[in-house]
């Protein structure tokens, strides 16, 4: 089955630029997902289709699919975006969904 | 508002069943592939399964892990989908979370709050 490889954490201070990666075998191909998870709430869609932003989601929050890696990108992170994210695609031989294990962002 | 509220959580032996609900309400319940989503404290997002719409078939699809012991149905009617699990196992300790999307990929859009499922003798 398709596999998705996130680093298990990235730390930015606030102001700057946070890069969150997700890895698989031509996953440039593919639609790429990301979810954001706050501690003790439900996972909530930041990107969709690898870089379109949901209705309301702010604009410092953007994504980029190419070849092996897509990527959350994160603008002038705010102590709120401390948060785990995951990336998801489907996997195309069985039309099951895939999750990547998770990021956790924190926010020095 | 699109909401979607789970149910039916709780704490079970090991080789016992529980029936999860997940009750929708502010779409068109019927259109929507209904998944299940399972995260085991302080771990990941892992897919149970889901069931299409009964204008796909109403057809399931299960991980590996949970095939054989786990069924997902929906009563369009009242908008509910249902996991029934038997033959639980301690590893199906979880927060169980209902969610829906349109299809194959189709992102999560809507998430419940999730039932916390604890398997243990």
């Known amino acids: 089955s398709f596999v998705l490889t996130q680093p298990p954490s990235v730390s930015v201070a606030p102001g700057k630029t946070a890069r969150v990666t997700c890895g698989g075998n031509d996953i440039g191909i593919k639609s790429v997902h990301w979810y954001q998870q706050k501690a003790g709430q439900a996972p909530v869609v930041v990107i969709s289709?690898?870089?379109d932003r949901p209705s309301g989601m702010s604009e410092r929050f953007s994504g980029s699919n190419s070849g092996n890696t897509a990527t959350l990108t994160i603008s002038r992170v705010e102590a709120g975006d401390e948060a785990d994210y995951y990336c998801q695609v489907w996997d195309s031989s069985s039309d099951h969904p895939v999750f990547g294990g998770g990021t956790k962002l924190t926010v020095l | 508002e699109v909401q979607l509220v789970e149910s039916g959580g709780g704490s079970v032996r090991p080789g016992r069943s529980l029936r999860l609900s997940c009750t929708a309400s502010?779409?068109?319940?019927?259109?929507?592939?209904l998944t299940w989503v399972r995260q085991t404290p302080g771990k990941g997002l892992q897919w149970v399964g889901f069931?299409?719409?009964?204008?796909?078939?109403?057809?399931?699809e299960y991980a590996a892990s949970v095939k054989g012991r786990f069924t997902i149905s929906r009563d369009d009617s009242k908008g509910i989908a249902f996991l029934q699990m038997n033959s639980l196992k301690t590893e199906d300790t979880a927060l169980y979370y209902c969610t829906r999307t349109y299809g194959v990929n189709s992102p999560f859009e809507s998430w419940g709050q999730g039932t916390l499922v604890t398997v243990s003798s």
């Open positions: 502010g779409f068109t319940f019927a259109d929507y592939v």
């Open positions: 069931i299409r719409p009964i204008a796909y078939g109403g057809t399931t």
């Open positions: 289709y690898d870089t």
